[in-house]
C-alpha cells in the first residue's frame, strides 16, 4: 500500500511553487486533482520550451496529477469544487493573497464544507502589510531576501541564482508544513491552515547572514567562489572546463600538493591554511597553471585517491551521463502524451519501503475532467451542460 | 499538547542540514537528543559567528535540543546506544556511508531491535553509487548537481550558490521524509530507511532543465540576471545600488514605460511585443533601460513601479531586508531571549501552521548537559556514569 494511498489533495496550483508541493504528494500516493483554467490551463502551460505545441516546462512539475478545468467564477464551478472538497484532506494554492477568497473559496468558506480540510498556501511576500498584493516573480524574491546580493564576486553585479529556488523552495517548505498538519490530522482529526511566503522561505537560508547581522553588524555580501575559511576551496578552469577543489583540512595540503605535482607544499607564501587565505589569488593561478592541460575526470581521479574533495561543474547534458545521479534514480525518463518520451529529476526522498511513484505523465489540460465529475456523481446530461456552458 | 509531542529523536548527525532539519521538528513538540563526541562535540560547536568563545550559529541550530556525550564506536556507547534505539521513534546519522555498520549499528540491526524505527541517513553522495564513499564538500556538491552551471554569466565562469543553499534543499527534504516515514508508520505500521544526499537535493531544483534538454536538446546554463523568454525581465544598475524588475508581459511593459515616463521607448515599434523585446534583448533593449534606471534610485524605481503593479524590488543586503516593514509585518524575523547570549535574533521557521504551535528557542544544550539524566533513564548508577565519564565512553 502507497504511503499517501487515499489521501485527497484539491490543487489549484500553477507555474511552479505550489505544483512543486503537490508533486511530491502525488509521488508517494496522493490522489492529486489539479484545478485548471478551461482554454489556457496552469500558465506553466504557456512556458517554453515547447514540442508538438506542450510545453516542457509544464511537463516538469506536473507528473502523477490529474488535470480538471474548472469556471471558478461560474455557480456551478464553485458547486464544484466544494464536492471536491467535502471528501478532500489537503487543499494547495499558490495565488495572490487574496485570490480564492475573491473567489469565495477561502479557507473561512471551505472549512464550512469540510471542517477537517487542512488549507495551505504559498504567497509572494508574506500574508501581512501592503506588500501582500504585490506580484512575485522568483528574481524578485532573490533580490528582496538579500539572496541576489550574496551571490556572485563582489566587484561585479549580484548575481541571481540560476534556478527558480524561490518557487522550488517555498514548494518544499509547504510540502513540509502539510506534512506537519496532516500528521496532526492522522492524531487528532482536525484541519488548519498552513501558510508559507516566497521570500520568507529565502530569508530563513540566510542563517549565519542573519547572525553576523544582528551580533555583529558585520554584513556577508557575495565573495565570489572561494571559502573564507579555507583554501584551496574554489572554482579552477582546467583544459575541458572548471573543477570544484575543496582542501578542508590541514592534513590534505600535503597530499594535494603531491596529486597535482605542485612544488609550492613548504613555500612559505602557502604552507598553512592562514598563509593559503591571504594568499589565495596567488594560489588560485598556480593551481590553474598546473590543471590547464588536464581534463576535469584526469584531476578527479588524481584527487579522490588522496582523499581530496573534487568534482567537475558538470551541466545539464553531461549529468544525464553521470553514474552517480544513475545510481541514484535521479534521472528519470517517461512517455510525455504530448512530448513523447521526456526526462526529468527524480524524488530526492528515498524511503526504503515507499520509492516515490515516478512513472505517471503529466496530464493533457483537462483530461481527467469528465472522469472526477462522474467519481463525484455528476450525470452525463450535467457534464454536456457543464461543457456547453464552458463551466468545466 | 503540541504536533510532534511523544515522538523522540535520536540525532548522531553533525552540521548543518540534518540539525536544521531536527530543529523544525523539535519546534513543533519533538524531543531531540544530540548524541556528541565526549570532548570535542558537534563540529558546529566552532563555527562562526562566535560569541565569547560560544557559537551562536551552534546554538541557533540545536536550540531546544538535549545532549549526550557518548562514544559510540566504544563498547559502551555502543551497548548504550542499542538500548535507546529501544525507546525512540528517529534515528538520524550523517556518517560516511557505510560506518554505522563497521561498529555494529547499521540500519539492519537498528531495526531488529525496534521494528517501527526510522532510520535517517544524511550524506554528500547517498548510500549507493559510485560515488558514494568519495570525499564531499559543499562546493563539490554544487558542481556534481548542475545547478551551479546554471549560475552566473553567459561566458563566464560559474557562481556558487549563496548562502548554503544545497544545505537548506536537504534540510526539507530530511524533515519532509520524516514526516512522510511518520505518517506511514501512524497508517500503516512499521519504520523504515530514509537516505536523503546533498547532490540529489540540489539537483531536484535545477527546474525545467532535464526535460527542456530531453525533448529539444536545449542546454538550460548560466545566463546571468536575465531570462532569455520574457524581456525586461533583469537586474539594473541604479543611481545607488541595483534592482530586480520582472516584466513578462506586454502590459506590463507599457505600464512600465509609463511609470518611468518612457514615452519614446513605449513607441519604439521593436518593443511593442515581448518577441522584439528579447531579440538580441542585451545589446538592444537593456541598456536603454539601464540608461533610464541610473537616473533614479532604488527606492524612487521601487516606488514607481509598484503603483502600476510592476513585479519589481531593490536588491537588498542582509541589513536592508532584515530591517525592512514586511519582515516585522510577516515576522521573518524571530527576537528571542537566550540565557547564554541575552536578545537574539534569529531567522523565523519558513513554515506556519495555524492551530500547531512551534517555539524556537536559541539555547542549545552545553556537551553532555543531558548524558546522566539519559543514562539515569536506562537504569544505570551514579557510580556507572561516573566510570564512564572517566574512561571517556561519556
Known amino acids: ?6 489521501v485527497k489533495v484539491i490543487d489549484f496550483t500553477h507555474a511552479y511553487a505550489g505544483p512543486y508541493c503537490s508533486l511530491e504528494l502525488g509521488d508517494f500516493g496522493a490522489e492529486v486533482i489539479k484545478i485548471e483554467r478551461p482554454d489556457t490551463g496552469d500558465q506553466a502551460r504557456l512556458w517554453g520550451p515547447f514540442k508538438n505545441c506542450y510545453s516542457a516546462y509544464y511537463s516538469s512539475f506536473n507528473r502523477g496529477k490529474r488535470s480538471l478545468t474548472l469556471n471558478l467564477t461560474s455557480k456551478e464551478g464553485k458547486n464544484i469544487v466544494f464536492d471536491l472538497v467535502r471528501n478532500a484532506d489537503i487543499v494547495i494554492s499558490n495565488f495572490k493573497s487574496g485570490t480564492l477568497e475573491k473567489y469565495g473559496l477561502g479557507y473561512d468558506e471551505l472549512k464550512q464544507v469540510n471542517p477537517e480540510v487542512i488549507f495551505a498556501a504559498i504567497n509572494g511576500f ?14 524578485v524574491i532573490q533580490a528582496m531576501a538579500g539572496i541576489m546580493d550574496m551571490t556572485g564576486f563582489p566587484d561585479k553585479t549580484p548575481t541571481k541564482i540560476g534556478p527558480a529556488i524561490g518557487d522550488s523552495y517555498s514548494g518544499l517548505m509547504l510540502l513540509v508544513g502539510v506534512l506537519l498538519a496532516y500528521y496532526n490530522k492522522l492524531k487528532t482529526g482536525k484541519g488548519q491552515r498552513v501558510d508559507v511566503s516566497m521570500l520568507g522561505s529565502l530569508v530563513s537560508m540566510a542563517e549565519y547572514p542573519v547572525l553576523e547581522y544582528a551580533n555583529f553588524a558585520k554584513k556577508i555580501s557575495r565573495i565570489g567562489n572561494v571559502n573564507p575559511y579555507y583554501a584551496p576551496g574554489d572554482i579552477y578552469k582546467c583544459a575541458d572546463g572548471y573543477i570544484a577543489i575543496s582542501v578542508k583540512k590541514e592534513v590534505m595540503w600535503m597530499p594535494f600538493c603531491e596529486a597535482l605535482n605542485l612544488t609550492i607544499a613548504n613555500d612559505n607564501r602557502f604552507v598553512t591554511n592562514d598563509r593559503r587565505l591571504a594568499n589565495v589569488a596567488e594560489l ?59 526526462k526529468l529529476v527524480g524524488n530526492p526522498i528515498k524511503l526504503s519501503k515507499n520509492p516515490p511513484v515516478t512513472n505517471i505523465p503529466s496530464p493533457l489540460l483537462g483530461e481527467h475532467t469528465d472522469e472526477v465529475l462522474r467519481e463525484l456523481g455528476y450525470t452525463d446530461a450535467e457534464l454536456v451542460d457543464f461543457h456547453s456552458k464552458n463551466i468545466v | 499538547m503540541k504536533l510532534l509531542d ?52 551552534f546554538n541557533y541550530l540545536n536550540g531546544g535540543k538535549k545532549s549526550v556525550a557518548l562514544d559510540i564506536a566504544s563498547g559502551v556507547g555502543n551497548a548504550i546506544i542499542l538500548e535507546l534505539v529501544k525507546k525512540i521513534d528517529v534515528f538520524v546519522e550523517s556518517f560516511q556511508p557505510g560506518y554505522m555498520e563497521t561498529i555494529g549499528l547499521s540500519y539492519e540491526i537498528l531495526q531488529d531491535i525496534n521494528p517501527d524505527l526510522i532510520y535517517v541517513q544524511y550524506s554528500t553522495f547517498g ?28 561566458g563566464q565562469e560559474p557562481i556558487k550558490l549563496e548562502p548554503s543553499v544545497g544545505e537548506h534543499y536537504a534540510s526539507g527534504n530530511l524533515a519532509a521524509g520524516i514526516m512522510l516515514a511518520l505518517i506511514n508508520r501512524e497508517r500503516h505500521g512499521g519504520g523504515q530507511k530514509l537516505d536523503v544526499s546533498l547532490v540529489d537535493s540540489l539537483f531536484n531544483c535545477i527546474e525545467a532543465a532535464p526535460a527542456a534538454y530531453s525533448t529539444v536538446g536545449e542546454i538550460h546554463t548560466r545566463k546571468g540576471n536575465f531570462d532569455p523568454s520574457c524581456a525586461p525581465y533583469d537586474t539594473f544598475k541604479t543611481k545607488d545600488g541595483f534592482i530586480a524588475i520582472g516584466i513578462a508581459t506586454d502590459a506590463q511593459w507599457f505600464k512600465f514605460c509609463d511609470a518611468l515616463e518612457l514615452k519614446h521607448l513605449k513607441e519604439d515599434s521593436r518593443f511593442q511585443t515581448n518577441e522584439g523585446r528579447v531579440d538580441d534583448y542585451l545589446n538592444k533593449l537593456r541598456p536603454l533601460v539601464e540608461k533610464e534606471t541610473m537616473i533614479y534610485t532604488k527606492s524612487e524605481i521601487e516606488e514607481k513601479c509598484r503603483v502600476e503593479g510592476i513585479p519589481c524590488s531593490a536588491v537588498f543586503d542582509i541589513s536592508e531586508i532584515m530591517s525592512h516593514p514586511n519582515t516585522k509585518a510577516n515576522h521573518f524575523m524571530c527576537e528571542l531571549e537566550s540565557k547564554q547570549f541575552g536578545q537574539m535574533c534569529v531567522p523565523n521557521l519558513p513554515f506556519e501552521l495555524g492551530r500547531s504551535t512551534a517555539e524556537i528557542s536559541c539555547d542549545g544544550p552545553e556537551l553532555g548537559a543531558n548524558t546522566e539524566e539519559v543514562l539515569d ?5 551514579a557510580d556507572a556514569i561516573k566510570e564512564f565519564v572517566e574512561n571517556q565512553h561519556c
Open chain 1, 284 to 342: 588560485k593561478k598556480i593551481i590553474e597553471t598546473a590543471i590547464e592541460d588536464k581534463t576535469r575526470r584526469e584531476i578527479v581521479d588524481l584527487l579522490t585517491p588522496a582523499g581530496i574533495a573534487a568534482a567537475g561543474v558538470i551541466n545539464i547534458a553531461e549529468s544525464f551521463e553521470d553514474s552517480q545521479l544513475k545510481a541514484r534514480d535521479m534521472v528519470i525518463s517517461l512517455k510525455d502524451p504530448g512530448l513523447g518520451p521526456i
Open chain 1, 1 to 6: 500500500m502507497k504511503l499517501l494511498e487515499g
Open chain 2, 6 to 57: 511523544g515522538i523522540k529523536i535520536l540525532d548522531l548527525s553533525t552540521g548543518l542540514a540534518p540539525a536544521l532539519a531536527t530543529k523544525y521538528l523539535a519546534a513543533f513538540g519533538a524531543e531531540v537528543i544530540k548524541v556528541e563526541k565526549p570532548g570535542a562535540g558537534d563540529m558546529t560547536r566552532k563555527w562562526e559567528p562566535l560569541k565569547d568563545g560560544r557559537s551562536l550559529y
Open chain 2, 127 to 154: 548510500d549507493n553509487g559510485p560515488d558514494k564513499n568519495r570525499p564531499g564538500s559543499s562546493l563539490v556538491a554544487q558542481a556534481k548537481s548542475v545547478a551551479m552551471d546554471m549560475t552566473g554569466v553567459i
Open chain 1, 126 to 139: 508574506g500574508r501581512f502589510g501592503k506588500y501582500a498584493k504585490f506580484a512575485a516573480y522568483d528574481n
Open chain 2, 377 to 381: 533513564g536506562l537504569g544505570y548508577t
